[in-house]
């Protein structure tokens, strides 16, 4: 949507993946290993297509958001199409931020790992 | 046999699952706050484990040893059997298979409570030990069905090229420390600890307000059993009698081997519900994690909307009577 | 009178209530977390029903019989004069005047409660089936009210070209599914099963807590009560007075055919409460649903921050005081 | 904020719905008929620019978040703008996002009716 | 990420920020105080950069939303930059949505102020 | 000494407690959910107020006024201390020292009730008024420290030209009506009003319930305090010392204070207690907010994972026996 960045700002990338509970503490540690700084983990609850409801295992869903770079965001969406779309109730998609501090967003060895 | 029935039915337990279910069915959207359920559950739980264990102050060594053996060997035979007949009698996948079968090797706790309220109801209390036997229950059957379901699930990976996430030790691990264990095991040592005087002083909390949370916390599981009615149809008829006979064998099962190892009625009646009864607290994670192409409707369906209406409205007090039999 | 008014407030109830709206004036932060607030209703609820539903057996058809049907009168009749008053004295809006004329119509569970106490403190016990009641005029005020309400709306939307949304038969099932029906009516019910013996099982839980968990209930009532205090100069002198003299009206009618239906002083003080309360879990979704251009300031304001506390703190006596005038 | 799609995503439409509880079954009844293929609550808390603070009724706030096709998302947003905006406290907002899996965002039946 | 807005849509600045509970009331009134109208607040968790967890505060994150125009966002941007980053855990980021109703988001007084 | 050590480590209280360390310890993931955490606080502090309110009642203005006068000193003198020896002893920043020293100076409400149970257990127990102290202890220690960190921080902050955000007024308001305050103070003053006969009704819910309520949230302090024992390495040997001899210190202070305004063993033991105990409800947001560059871990692990345990495990029985020695 042809706006500009804010001033001091630069342009990251926000994933936000919806998934049952129990793959929260797998999921965090994968970002991690992705390369991505940090999360943020918010309950809820949805609804989708599958016929399998496995989130009527008690706790819903949870939604996870984490900025990460151009990079990660591509190994994380690879990672969570191979790994879980086939068995798992998992979505996520990608939207641009513009963030401050860009280094909080940046894990310098794992960047080119 | 029709009168303990009917006398069961009209208990506070039973009455009280009874309308959770109506509730549902008539499509109220009236639900218990999910912390009020946790914390039921803790409380139950932690009742549970903590008299269990001022009671173990009580028991000898010798008049355990025998109830704990059959009580581990119910641990491996249940799983084996629920396996057994899911895999070669009703053509499940081996992962469902595996995956429905870790639900009915475990046992649920709240069926063993419905079933210590009603022998002591009925005037045939259960042995002071028996929640010590209930943490030993818990994890083995989920442990061999999982490694059942792992082995066949690596195989069929190994053959389509694919390493997979989820490990087994890590799961196990959970199911070990989770809620049910934690609370179980950790109230019956505390409980052994503090003794008679100790939980004299708690007694007021943990154990005069127990039948009411009880009724409670049945409410709830009849509007989440009420829930799950609707997957009935999905399930297909196979796994709707699985679901009430298989704990009818696994009840026979518990109570006759309660009766070997020498427990009285109310024992080997409260023996023969957890052996007849199916996990939906540790087993459903632990199954999801480790073995994800397994369909959760078809084990949640089965233990919450099937099984555990059937002990709790049917099945406790048949067994009741298969153990009045055999004493 | 002066001195039942103080002994009142000096009680538990008030104070607790006093309590919460002095921690609102003085603008703390505190209040009960979320699930434990329903927690308290949940409970409140389920135990006026087992207690009403297990004393019911004791009750002849015959003795019901006339004070139900003036409870019904009492339904049909409230909202309907809140909403004259409110359309043709306080020039309200029709959507607001039917809005608030479904609060008034229905009824407050913790008032009546608040009553129960109050009866059974002052030595003048209500009727056993007074919990039965209670749930037959939950109801009828709220669909009444919605109704006109439904009708002025259809109405200017047909004028307006404009096609709404909300049906009124998905509100007024929420209603009749909804927390309150499903715990008082289902409790009533599950308490006349189970009988004597069954309530005498849980109510370690259900009875000896009720005066304390009530406490804490009504120390965020007073909360509440007390954050909307702000809004009662948005609400104007009209509303201020009607929600004061609108429950001393309701309440003296409903004392009045109390008397004639042959209740004692407690059931007489009782029914005028109920008549008297107004309901602000209930009917504030169904009106938003229904009625969504009424403002629920307006109601909201005058059900919790004046109604509900008048009640509380000066009505009861003063129902009762008429109640045994009457006798 | 022009940056690119990670690879094997497609350009979707966020929609955003921040609404009275009251609302939350009639809104998402509402979204699968507009085209919608699953949503995400979450509750919240918040304020916004209305003397009527209908939140005030007890249960605060719901978030809806639905991804869906361009066209579904301009048919919700013609929704929610006449059917809620006038009387309800209800606020939307539309975003860019980028998805793997692009089918389990669309409908086929409803987006061409 | 090059599409269009929808018909009758506005372009907008959506702001997260994302904080320990203890900043709540003074973020918002800020917010306010900077030109914003409204704001969502959602209960969360999350892990971070920081050796210091001060969110192990019991009540864990808070994350606020806040659609606002471009201007107050610049400043808000700023605002917690100045404010916030060195002593707090705080973060924020902003993206770009597209609004109905953008009347709802411009508090005229504050913009030019 | 030692069996009374030993009596107290195999009471509920400290049982409770380990066995959430252990489970913690045990890389469970089992917590209580944060509603019942916050519901158990506030029925504790909530009940804690009203019998201390009903039994104030009894106590004379005089009986009251040395006790009070010294629980006033000990809330000036225990955060001087605690910040002198942090920042000349410890070269602590003056942030550090002054955060630190704001959790000191105020008081834990749970190790207050748990030198309560101790004191009762041990056929000593406390005056009445003893509550009413605990709410004079909970905020001058927060304002001084917070006063003293104010100060410097304002010096450093104009020397770097930069504008702060958090005002202490605020800050002390939010302590002065937070949680604690409100059903404490609030409690006190309800209690009082509605004296025994009130006290009588709502006290098999406030009364019968409290230890066992009471052990269900030892569970949960154990295990917040062992997620923080792996903080214990990043805080340093001398803040492990300090946790565990400023209390010592503290204590014997509170004691002899005690001692000297004719309060009994019990009252000695727990006025000691108070005076050893760190705040980790009300100080914590208090000092986040005003001094924010006080590292958390810090205070917190200092608090919660040694001076809590410390005084739960041990402290409480060595302030005992010394006010018998005194006495
Ligand atoms: N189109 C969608 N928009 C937002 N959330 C969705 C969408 N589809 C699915 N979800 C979320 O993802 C979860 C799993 O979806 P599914 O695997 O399609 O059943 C649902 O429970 C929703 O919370
Ligand atoms: N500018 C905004 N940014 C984010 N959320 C908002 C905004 N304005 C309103 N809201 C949310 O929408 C709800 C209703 O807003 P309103 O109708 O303006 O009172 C509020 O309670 C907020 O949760
Ligand atoms: N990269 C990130 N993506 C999303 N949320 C983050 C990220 N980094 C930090 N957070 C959130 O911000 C909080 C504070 O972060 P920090 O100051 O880095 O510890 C964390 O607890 C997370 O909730
Ligand atoms: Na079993
Ligand atoms: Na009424
Ligand atoms: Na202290």
New binding site residues.
């Given amino acids: 949507m042809h706006t500009t960045l804010p001033m001091h700002t630069h342009p990251f990338k926000?994933v936000t993946i919806i998934a049952e509970p129990v793959l929260e503490s797998r999921l965090t540690m994968e970002l991690r290993q992705l390369g991505?700084?940090?999360?943020?983990?918010v309950e809820g609850r949805g609804e989708g297509s599958r016929g399998i409801h496995a989130a009527e295992i008690p706790g819903s869903n949870i939604r996870i958001?984490?900025?990460?770079t151009h990079d990660v965001a591509e190994r994380v969406v690879q990672h969570i199409a191979t790994h879980y779309f086939a068995e798992y109730e998992v979505i996520a998609y990608v939207s641009d931020v513009a963030v401050v501090r860009s280094e909080?967003?940046v894990t310098p060895p794992k960047k080119t790992g | 046999m029709l009168d303990t029935l009917q006398a069961n039915l009209l208990s506070p337990i039973p009455l009280a699952f009874t309308l959770g279910v109506l509730t549902r069915l008539m499509k109220s959207e009236f639900t218990l706050p999910p912390d009020l359920y946790a914390t039921l559950s803790i409380y139950l739980l932690l009742a549970l484990g903590l008299k269990g264990g001022a009671e173990l102050a009580h028991a000898t060594f010798a008049s355990i040893a025998k109830p704990a053996a059959v009580t581990l060997l119910l641990g491996c035979l249940t799983p084996l059997i629920a396996f057994g007949i899911l895999r070669w009698l009703g053509h499940f996948s081996s992962a469902d298979s595996a995956g429905i079968a870790a639900h009915y090797g475990s046992v649920s706790a709240v069926t063993f409570i419905a079933a210590q309220q009603f022998v002591q109801r009925v005037g045939a209390p259960m042995e002071g030990f028996m929640p010590t036997l209930l943490t030993l229950l818990e994890s083995p059957g989920i442990h061999i069905a999982l490694a059942i379901g792992a082995v066949q699930r690596t195989r069929a990976m190994r053959a389509a090229g694919v390493t997979t996430g989820g490990s087994i030790g890590k799961v196990l691990h959970e199911v070990l420390t989770g809620r049910t264990m934690v609370l179980l095991v950790g109230g019956l040592i505390v409980g052994y600890l503090m003794g008679e005087s100790g939980w004299k002083a708690v007694s007021p909390f943990f154990d005069s307000g127990f039948k009411g949370a009880l009724m409670l916390f049945l409410l709830e599981m009849g509007i989440v059993a009420g829930s799950r009615l609707g997957d009935l149809k999905k399930v297909g008829p196979f796994l709707l009698a699985f679901g009430i006979l298989v704990p009818l064998l696994h009840g026979a099962l518990g109570v006759a081997l309660g009766q070997w190892a020498g427990l009285s009625v109310g024992g080997c009646t409260v023996l023969g519900t957890m052996a007849a009864s199916a996990s939906y607290i540790a087993a459903p994670p632990a199954v999801r994690l480790t073995l994800p192409e397994a369909n959760p409707t078809f084990s949640l369906t089965a233990a919450l909307a099937i099984t555990f209406p059937f002990n709790i409205l049917a099945g406790i007090p048949i067994y009741y009577r298969f153990a009045q039999a055999l004493a």
């Fill in positions: 926000l991505a700084t940090g999360w943020t983990v958001d984490s900025v990460m909080k967003y």
